[in-house]
């Protein structure tokens, strides 16, 4: 149980284009997500938290306007990387609780390469 | 603001040796996680700690919680090539609002 998926794994786009990252949760309602982007030999850094039917939180230092973030249902939260940059590309991984759940669950994350 | 450190951060180990990667934080915490992930991949859960006290095994993997001295440890018996991966510690606390903090990671190579 608590799978988490991603769509897609992998994803090449042009600079200035804008490319969209789903991440669902398949067999429980994730009340909470989060997204995290990864560089190369680095941890984990947050970069929102999603809850069901709000507006995103996001971390100090990352552009809302340029990663929109919705959370439509309790199964569904996409990712939007907008104007996308060579810089934006990255590991993104989204991970999903639910209220009163004792940890995470991660999805297999998305490599994005913005050529 | 709370802070996770890890230590060491690179591990080098011969196949057999026994180590502990440990993991400290600053602040009173709720839950304490660690994971591993392979190279390319997404994270993988290892072990949830919930209280003081906590010790879980898994395989050549166990992990322990001390919530006074605000550190945990993750100790590999007679390491096998496979546990090659880097682990990370992240810790949650109650009003973070379900988030965690991870720690920077170790990157274990066992060699042969």
């Known amino acids: 149980g608590a799978v988490v998926s991603q769509h897609p794994s992998r994803v090449i786009c042009k600079s200035g284009t804008s490319v969209k990252i789903e991440c669902r949760s398949l067999?429980?309602?994730?009340?909470?997500m989060f997204w995290y982007r990864q560089f190369p030999k680095q941890s984990l850094m947050l970069m929102a938290t999603s809850n069901e039917g709000s507006k995103a939180t996001y971390e100090q230092g990352v552009e809302k306007d340029k990663f929109l973030i919705n959370h439509a249902s309790l199964t569904l939260s996409t990712l939007t990387v907008t104007s996308a940059h060579p810089e934006d590309s990255s590991f993104y991984i989204c991970?999903?609780?639910?209220?009163?759940?004792?940890?995470?669950?991660f999805g297999p994350g998305t490599r994005l390469t913005v050529t | 603001e709370l802070k996770v450190e890890q230590n060491p951060l690179f591990l080098s180990m011969q196949e057999g040796k026994n180590y502990t990667i440990y993991c400290n934080y600053s602040t009173t915490s709720d839950r304490l996680y660690w994971y591993r992930q392979d190279p390319g991949k997404s994270l993988e859960s290892l072990f949830v700690?919930?209280?003081?006290?906590a010790v879980k095994q898994e395989g050549r993997l166990m992990a322990s919680l001390d919530t006074k001295a605000r550190l945990s440890t993750l100790h590999i018996t007679a390491a096998v090539h496979d546990l090659s991966a880097t682990y990370f510690c992240?810790?949650?606390?109650?009003?973070?609002?379900?988030?965690?903090?991870f720690g920077d990671g170790t990157t274990l190579t066992v060699k042969p």
């Open positions: 067999d429980f309602q994730a009340t909470t």
């Open positions: 992240a810790v949650d606390i109650f009003t973070n609002a379900g988030k965690s903090t």
């Open positions: 991970s999903a609780r639910w209220t009163g759940g004792n940890e995470q669950y």
């Open positions: 700690l919930l209280s003081n006290g």
